[in-house]
């Protein structure tokens, strides 16, 4: 477990930041703005590409060639011994699962899923925060433990309605979306909070260097590239985030804005936890 500098993930205190623990890392979801894959092929390239061995599956690239673990850091690798280590910490800390992946992957074989949910049962001190992009697994695995905080990404309109039809489906003490980045939105938004039992939405922009800037802003052309302190950031249209702002204060759903929004929306940012 590693001590996180993102923002919303908190001890249960709600003030002091949480951790990370992952005991799965890599993921073939394939988003272009993943961060996760950049530290995988960055820092953390020679550790990942050293075990090798704890790869799982048999894949493919969207061009049809298999995929290699031993060349490839961000494969699907499975890490059983850190999935201890929360059992270690007597002091009531927050956690987010498998940051370096998404925990619902198709690819996951369902029993390590399931150690990880028996971790969460056997631990009930923690606040596990988990996020996914593929919602239609979460199903499967409902009801959830009370500890756990299960979120879903969306980044666009309709994959945000998407997640909320999954979500209604889903048993879970918190349930909440990761508007993060929002590249996309056109249509009134408070209907699915209220109808996908949401309490939590966060939101943020894209940051990156400026060729990833400029790539995405590309495809899409409503987002415009703001500097962030040493940083550069794809911001998405302030009318989007007043719109969800409007949304969430309608269905009475907390808003948590992230940091990288502050040159759009300055200092004043909305950073509340759900309850």
């Not at 996180?4 to 979801?29: A, H, M, S, Y």
């Not at 979500?167 to 056109?186: G, N, R």
């Not at 249509?187 to 939101?203: D, H, L, M, R, T």
């Amino acid at each position: 477990m590693n001590h996180t500098r993102i923002e919303w993930v908190k001890n249960p205190d709600n003030k002091t930041q949480g951790f990370t623990l992952n005991d799965k890392t890599g993921c073939l979801n394939g988003c272009p703005y993943c961060y996760a894959r950049k530290l995988a092929n960055g820092r953390l390239k020679q550790r990942y590409l050293a075990n090798y061995k704890l790869a799982t599956g048999s894949f493919q690239s969207p061009q049809g060639r298999p995929i290699e673990p031993y060349k490839d850091p961000f494969y699907p690798r499975w890490w059983p011994r850190r999935l201890q280590e929360p059992y270690k910490i007597k002091k009531p800390v927050g956690i987010f699962l498998d940051d370096m992946s998404d925990w619902m992957g198709d690819y996951w074989p369902e029993d390590w899923t399931l150690l990880e949910l028996q971790m969460m049962e056997d631990n009930p001190q923690h606040r596990i925060y988990t996020l996914t992009k593929q919602p239609q697994n979460l199903i499967k695995f409902s009801p959830f433990p009370k500890n756990c905080w299960v979120g879903v990404t969306a980044t666009g309109y309709w994959a945000y309605v998407d997640a909320c039809n999954y979500l209604s489906q889903v048993e879970a003490s918190v349930k909440f979306l990761s508007i993060e980045p929002l590249l996309s939105w056109d249509k009134e938004a408070s209907y699915f909070f209220q109808s996908g039992g949401i309490s939590w939405v966060i939101i943020g922009a894209c940051t990156g260097t400026l060729p990833e800037m400029v790539s995405l802003c590309d495809k899409y052309p409503e987002l415009a590239i703001m500097r962030w302190g040493t940083k550069l950031t794809a911001q998405p249209r302030i009318e989007w985030v007043e719109e969800i702002v409007k949304a969430c204060d309608k269905a009475g759903v907390k808003m948590f804005q992230k940091d990288n929004l502050k040159p759009l929306l300055g200092d004043k940012l909305r950073q509340e936890l759900p309850k």
